[in-house]
């Protein structure tokens, strides 16, 4: 039997990043960069105010002051866009806009709400010093500087500043395209009318929904049932459009109808057990064409930890990213439950008290098949393989879902 570290390992090793691809900003939302991204010049490229105000030469202001007042002559303006190429005189202000490059001789910027003007002529009571209000050239990045490593993912202000510093594209790892599909002969279409026994498919949508969420596009497949003809012809015409993973539930365990496992066991894919609960049963490795396969237990509390503990690591992964782990933190229990013996289990928990505590998502705790409870989680407590019982008060790791 694996542990879960042993099992996450496997499916880590299964992929690699997309291949890298240049694509323009407007479709790189989400994508992680394949290269860094390096300024084409130095940010801000001049010298530019920070302020509606007046240019001016700090020492033409030196003794300004409420009881004596220094006046200077008001010789044009500079609004947003102006080139600003001509020399402040000394003995002169000139109107200025935020954002517009301080022309030379000009070394400080005095804002508007500080002033009295005329059109002709403006009044100064105070005395700037030298570069007040003034953004200097390169103060936010060099030309050729670093501003994005690779690895980053795209987001509005990471987007946002690759367009400030020149760059039109991104070299970017394509978003990974995988597969879902749901197994089973009692699954029907949600909404469908049920007869006795036959339960709605809710795995698809929660495979797809995760998918989505981890920064991939989801793939969905023909629902199969328990015939391995069926699920050979819908794997087969995966492989064939080139998705990049494909994960699967149900069909994996020891019953007579596990048909995935029928199916796939002597190929490339093994079925193995998982020292965890929920999620014991796991099938991993590749199709007939090299195509990474996750096949997860069909019980959706087992799907839902499954993906979070195995597929999703390895979809950041496939992504292009580094760092592949939800973000974790340690909180207190509320509540206590038991645990089994010999393996870890995966609790499903919300939080309380802005985060430091944690009770279970569900009184009834983390069976496999309360799916309408899995609603409620915010997070997953993780309780080592030697614990037994939780106890109200222990403090537990827990990896947050909700963010």
């Avoid at 015939?227 to 012809?233: I, K, T, V």
């Avoid at 195995?310 to 292009?320: D, E, H, N, S």
Wanted: charge should be negative.
């Amino acid at each position: 039997m694996r542990t879960i570290p042993e099992h996450r390992a496997a499916a880590l090793a299964l992929v690699a990043p997309t291949p890298a691809l240049e694509v323009p900003l407007a479709r790189a939302h989400g994508l992680v960069l394949a290269t860094a991204v390096r300024s084409t010049h130095a940010l801000p490229r001049w010298d530019n105010s920070a302020m509606d105000g007046f240019a001016v030469r700090a020492a033409d202001l030196a003794s300004a002051s409420e009881d004596a007042p220094v006046t200077l002559p008001r010789v044009g303006e500079l609004p947003a866009g102006a080139s600003a190429t001509e020399e402040l005189a000394p003995g002169t202000c000139v109107a200025i806009m935020t954002g517009s490059p301080v022309p030379p001789g000009a070394d400080a910027v005095v804002p508007v709400e500080r002033v009295e003007r005329t059109p002709t002529a403006v009044t100064f009571r105070t005395a700037p010093e030298p570069g007040a209000h003034i953004r200097r050239a390169g103060e936010d990045v060099a030309a050729g500087g670093l501003v994005l490593a690779a690895g980053a993912v795209l987001g509005p202000t990471q987007l946002a500043a690759v367009a400030s510093v020149g760059h039109g594209t991104v070299t970017v790892h394509r978003r990974p395209r995988v597969a879902v599909l749901a197994t089973g002969d009692e699954l029907v279409a949600p909404g469908a009318p049920l007869r006795r026994g036959q339960i709605p498919d809710s795995n698809s949508t929660l495979l797809a929904a995760c998918v989505e969420a981890a920064g991939c596009e989801a793939v969905p497949l023909d629902r199969v049932g328990d015939r391995p003809d069926a699920l050979h012809g819908v794997l087969a015409a995966a492989e064939v459009h080139g998705v990049d993973a494909v994960v699967t539930t149900g069909g994996v365990s020891m019953g007579d109808y596990d048909v995935v496992k029928e199916l796939l066991s002597g190929t490339g894919v093994e079925f193995v057990t998982v020292a965890m609960q929920p999620g014991k049963p796991q099938g991993i490795g590749r199709l007939a064409g090299g195509t990474p396969f996750f096949g997860l237990p069909g019980n959706p509390v087992s799907v839902f930890v499954s993906f979070e503990m195995f597929v999703r690591p390895a979809l950041q992964r496939l992504r292009g990213l580094t760092e592949v782990e939800r973000p974790a933190c340690e909180a207190e229990v509320l509540d206590g439950w038991r645990s089994p013996p010999g393996r870890a289990q995966v609790m499903p928990v919300v939080f309380a008290d802005g985060g430091t505590r944690v009770r279970r998502a569900t009184p009834a705790g983390s069976g496999s098949h309360l799916v309408a409870s899995l609603a409620l989680a915010e997070g997953l407590a993780l309780v080592p393989a030697e614990t037994e019982q939780v106890h109200p008060g222990d403090r537990v790791r827990v990896m947050r879902v909700d963010r």
